[in-house]
């Protein structure tokens, strides 16, 4: 397309509501008043605010908005008929879902960063857009800036995805990485994390997963064409995990990371967010600090990874504005997405009959046949035994199983076993182990 | 979109002909074959193969292709009413460009692999795509597998991209692994990529970086919006790269890698590949073997990565399908893509212009005073010094400096007098530096 023919394209302006004007929406205010002759000469039309729409007009802001441009009345503004576009960013259930549905049914495009609401009803938006002929995209809902959802949707549309793994929280990945190269504990992490703001005050959504669980719900329905909730994905935070875990995942060359895993078995998918120990030498290892990563794994393109800023108002305004002129372009020829694809409608396996392995760390007396009751504690449950280490004598004599492959239902079993027996004085540490050890 | 309406909008298959049937087309017919049920209710119609063009109908081939699908027939086979969809994967300027443009101009949507067509006369198939109404995708160009021209185009459209670093030719980036990894010399580690069909029998393409080349013309277009053919490019290849060149980066904690770089300066761009040394904590130098990856810095998103694998039948196949979905999608839907996008037409800046950083290794006389005179004539060419290092003495005296950023002709022209210089017995390596060293 040469400059000509976009200037020839260029019509009416096509006019932007912003929802919520905090460090995501400012910054989406910020890029659309800043880069406007960029954005109009890439969609063929300009972009127009046509309001920002906040709870308080006063309230403190990163970005200077134009006072004019803000506005109380978030439903008024999204009826507006000069509204063609609607970003919203306020996050969690309500008003956002009443606004969005009301946007998509105006005939507006909207894009939202919308993890929690996604996840929890997504079908509903889906079906709405479907519906009303308009799009819906949502970009910056996983992993922030880092285009996965589209790799996914289109890059790997003819391909079949059979595993997606993904750090895709910044703070919890912080912690994990700090107690990594610190030998710090878990609360030591998390106060450190919050003083310098890669955590919130109240920690729940990050460090017991929550939020990780509603970006793999949206990437196993998006990997594997059908429809998972949050309420179906297994969930696990990181809590749990001391600097012990973390030290014996150490002494065997791996690293702790708190992943959102989404897989394909059979007919079934299965997804879950819990802690895993994977070796250094994996590609996931080697994201550090906030960053984010996801690893994708697929029959033909192989292993792929996506690399990026997870969070944060830039990074994730940087993935509003590439859908919101997506779906501009779109307006300006008339068309639309293709929508969510849902056609395979797989049945979500229950977490106890996912295959995993474990890496379980035990405290053992020092005796003969130590060795030999633990490796026939795994047989009775039907688990195949990869490794066995024996580390120290006396009262600090330390046992490491790493498991083959069985379902995580017997893999729980045994541990519980294993703590009831004689010779085990504890178990140190349980986790889920991903990647060739 | 649920099943019932994926169903409803099935209406007429559509017909897909295949150019060419090589490494990369029998994957494709044989992922087009194994796949049809879902790419059909992925696409909303089945995807049927009319025909398959071949030179040779006898050729042996990975993939059994059934006989009566084999023609050598090509323009035959384009021109067919009942052709919708076209995948370009002959390679080469004639006749893939005579062949794509008949398939534009009939209406059909066409996909290619082709960087080298793509990078000499790109604009011609665009206009021609833009002019017909139809599709012209080539996400397999450029790194294989990896969704990055996808992201690029789409996904970082509202913000604004600053540089791109990519290892996206496997070839050389298995050669310069072994020179890293066992100290190999060029010719040694030529000959076993060579020896495990990492390099063809005529390497040239690949270790003159003209592969990497027709590349980056691709990735700056994208990129900033621009038109960059394979001749803009500023080509360097690897075969002087030396072992005391990979052992000189080694020692100061750095790798080498041929990139292709495209980067943006004021309202020009630089377009370039040569060997350059990054320090090993930069995600690109764990780029390990053939695995291509591609390093992307924007102004709001930060810096992202993109990583997999680059060549190879199956995941280049990927790649094609993953195109040849999407632009099925848009033949159900009535629609076609936004276009390539050319809008910001920026003027390529020169080599010497350009702005880089040196790392320069000299054997130099052990006498007072060098050091002094190696600096003087730094800073004669107006060139600052980053670092210097001096190692051993006698008749092994090393210096070593790494520039601060000036004009590349200015770092040239610094070598070229060092050279002359009589306290300096050799020039022992020359190499660009990337990333903080």
Chains 1, 2 share one sequence.
Do not use: W
Not at 329 to 355: C, I, Q, W
């Amino acid at each position: 397309m040469s400059s000509n023919k976009t200037t020839a394209r260029a019509v009416e302006p096509l006019g932007v509501a912003v929802l919520g004007c905090g460090v995501v929406g400012s910054q989406v205010v910020r890029l659309l008043l800043e880069g406007d002759a960029d954005l109009a000469a890439r969609v063929g039309a300009p972009l127009e605010i046509r309001g920002v729409a906040v709870r308080r007009l006063d309230a403190p802001r990163d970005v200077e908005v134009p006072a004019d441009l803000l506005t109380t009345d978030a439903h008024g503004l999204v009826a507006r008929d000069d509204v063609d576009l609607v970003v919203e960013v306020i996050g969690g259930i309500e008003p956002a879902r009443g606004l969005i549905l009301e946007a998509l049914e105006s005939g507006a495009s909207v894009v939202t960063a919308n993890k929690a609401l996604l996840a929890e009803d997504g079908p509903t938006l889906y079906e709405a857009a479907e519906k009303a002929g308009t799009d819906l995209y949502y970009e910056a809902a996983v992993a922030g800036a880092i285009p996965i959802l589209r790799p996914l949707r289109d890059s790997l549309v003819g391909d079949q995805v059979t595993k997606v793994m993904g750090i895709v929280n910044g703070t919890t990945n912080y912690i994990l990485d700090k107690m990594d190269t610190y030998g710090a504990g878990f609360e030591e992490a998390l106060a450190e994390a919050q003083e310098l703001g890669y955590a919130e005050a109240d920690p729940t959504a990050d460090i017991e997963g929550f939020d990780a669980a509603a970006k793999a719900a949206i990437l196993a329905s998006l990997a594997f064409h059908t429809r998972v909730t949050a309420s179906d994905v297994y969930r696990e935070g990181i809590t749990e995990v001391t600097a012990g875990d973390v030290a014996s995942a150490k002494a065997m060359g791996s690293v702790v990371k708190l992943l959102a895993i989404a897989e394909l078995d059979g007919d079934e998918v299965s997804v879950r967010v819990h802690p895993v120990m994977i070796p250094r030498s994996h590609a996931l290892a080697t994201v550090r600090g906030a960053y984010n990563a996801v690893f994708v794994e697929s029959d033909s393109a192989g292993d792929l990874m996506f690399y990026g800023q997870g969070a944060g108002g830039e990074p994730t305004a940087s993935a509003v504005l590439g859908d919101l002129v997506t779906m501009a372009r779109h307006k300006v020829l008339g068309m639309r997405s293709f929508g969510e694809s849902a056609y395979a409608d797989r049945a979500v396996r229950p977490m106890g009959d996912t295959v995993t392995r474990y890496h379980v760390s035990l405290d053992v007396a020092d005796k003969a046949g130590v060795l030999a009751a633990v490796a026939t504690d795994f047989a009775e449950h039907g688990v195949s035994i990869n490794a066995v280490r024996q580390e120290g004598r006396g009262a600090d004599a330390q046992l490491v199983v790493v498991s083959h492959e069985a379902p995580d239902a017997a893999l729980a079993a045994t541990v519980q076993h294993l703590r009831e027996m004689e010779y085990v004085r504890d178990v140190a540490s349980v986790m889920r182990v991903e990647g060739a050890v």
